[in-house]
């Protein structure tokens, strides 16, 4: 299968990146001229830079059966809003109406409510135009409203990540009040979804909930990991406010599991794993 793959240099990207080349498939890679090239070129040669003036046409020449939509940009280190929005919205959106004959769009979406921040905004934004365009255009859009994953190697600013490294450090953590519960699902997890939407005979525009199918509130999981880890961290529990809009919730899993998609880890399987 030809695959194109925007964003095989982030986490989730680069961990998809791996399993599709290790299944037998050729991978394109959009990147920007300021990408690592080292996470991607060891697993596939083929990629091309988004500021060239000619992208769209070596991307159509490519002839995809299938596009990954897995780039991102989130509300950190004083990110401007149009970067956000190029990125999350403005480039996908770009990629769906200039490619010619691409029937499978797989867009990594959020869980997150639409109004919880502009990340948030931007994604759904992205996903309406998904819908629009699955109705007026031969082409099979999968919005992913993806819940929090986690894994091993993950970045440091990722909270499981972040949670961890302060507690291995004893360094005290201020936190929310920790009521709102969240899914967290784990990378493996994730890839075996994505796998199975990807072989997947669906039509049309359709939203994808991934998850684990369980949640732990934000309380419950801190104090679970400061245990076992053994950490004198102390846990500032409403130190922070809670955003207007806190998401707290479980994923609907019953598109998936119509798959016979069956998460093989819970929360505390998947911590324990990576610690």
Known sequence: M?????????????????????????????????????????????????????????????????????????????????????????????????????????????????????????????????????????????????????????????FIHYLIGKLKNNEDIDLTDGKQKRDFVYIEDVIEALNLIISSNLKGYIDIPIGSGDAISIRELAEYLKKLLNSKSKLNFGAIPSRNNEHSGICDLSILNNMGFKPKYDIKSGLNRII
């Open 2 to 158: 030809n695959i194109i793959l925007v964003g095989a240099s982030g986490y989730l990207g680069n961990k998809l990146l791996i399993d599709m080349k290790n299944k037998g498939n050729k991978i394109l890679c959009p990147i920007r001229k300021t990408t690592d090239i080292n996470k991607i070129n060891q697993y596939t040669n083929l990629y091309l830079y988004l500021e060239d003036n000619d992208f769209i046409e070596k991307l159509n020449d490519f002839k995809a059966d299938l596009l990954i939509y897995c780039a991102c940009m989130y509300e950190r280190n004083n990110a401007k809003h149009k970067d956000i929005l190029e990125a999350n919205f403005l480039l996908p959106l770009k990629l769906l109406t200039e490619l010619k004959n691409l029937k499978k769009y797989i867009y990594i979406g959020t869980s997150l409510g639409k109004y919880t921040n502009i990340y948030a905004l931007s994604k759904y934004q992205m996903a309406e135009w998904g819908k629009y365009y699955s109705n007026i255009n031969d082409i099979n859009f999968f919005n992913i409203l993806l819940e929090n994953f986690y894994g091993e190697n993950e970045p440091k600013n990722r």
